[in-house]
């Protein structure tokens, strides 16, 4: 069964750049044609959908954040990479790093996440 | 963007009731719809995918119905351990969450 881990700063200044890494066991990530995600949760609970890559370095983004996002994979270390640049304290939130089922017939639904990380934007 | 709005946002219910939450897309999503359960400090976890699939290993009181712009979750049968809260999720475009439901107890 895959299992997914977030891991990366819990603090970061305003104006920085959120850099959150997500390591994959269990699975290759270069198999099963499946998307990877990041989605965060903010303290009030709502959750937003930030974006995507396949393994092929394929990205799709949230409009509203597209701006600001940068989706990285590395097959060879069977992980991949946020960047979310120009933080304010809005972006504080539970990070979680996802997989989707990707283009099969029932569609991208997420099926396995990560534990999450909490990353406060703070001076 | 397509807004997901779910009702109620809070319900109260007792072990064994027949829970009903409904979700409305702002725009037909034909039945590209997931339902999640979360618990406090945990991720969330797929109970439905495709308005209607049962996720594997998921209790089969739980069940998802609908298509377009409406659908609903229903619990037949709440049990302790699905005190927790509730949302839906579009994957027709792009991707988008529910306010959620939090299921409580009576």
């Known amino acids: 069964q895959v299992q997914l881990q977030e891991s990366g700063p819990g603090l970061v200044k305003p104006s920085q750049t959120l850099s959150l890494t997500c390591s994959v066991s269990?699975?290759?990530?270069?198999?099963?044609?499946?998307?990877w995600n990041w989605i965060r949760q903010h303290p009030g609970k709502d959750l937003e959908w930030i974006g995507y890559?396949?393994?092929?370095?394929?990205?799709y983004y949230n409009p509203s954040l597209k701006s600001r996002v940068d989706i990285l994979v590395d097959t060879s270390e069977n992980q991949f990479y946020l960047n979310l640049s120009s933080v304010t304290a809005a972006d504080t939130a539970v990070y979680f790093c996802?997989?989707?089922?990707?283009?099969?017939?029932?569609?991208?639904?997420?099926?396995?996440w990560g534990q999450g990380t909490l990353v406060t934007v703070s001076s | 963007d397509i807004q997901m709005t779910q009702s109620p946002s809070t319900l109260s219910a007792s072990v064994g009731d027949r829970v009903t939450i409904t979700c409305r897309a702002s725009q037909s999503i034909s039945h590209w719809l997931a339902w999640y359960q979360q618990k406090p400090g945990r991720a969330p976890s797929l109970l439905i995918y495709?308005?209607?699939r049962l996720q594997s290993g998921v209790p089969s009181r739980f069940s998802g119905s609908g298509s377009g712009t409406e659908f609903t979750l229903t619990i037949s049968g709440l049990q302790p351990d699905d005190f927790a809260t509730y949302y839906c999720q579009q994957y027709n475009t792009y991707r988008t969450f529910g306010q959620g439901t939090k299921v409580e107890i009576k």
């Open positions: 890559i396949s393994a092929s370095g394929n990205t």
């Open positions: 495709k308005a209607s």
């Open positions: 269990g699975g290759s990530i270069s198999s099963g044609g499946h998307y």
């Open positions: 996802v997989r989707d089922m990707g283009s099969g017939s029932s569609g991208p639904y997420f099926d396995s």
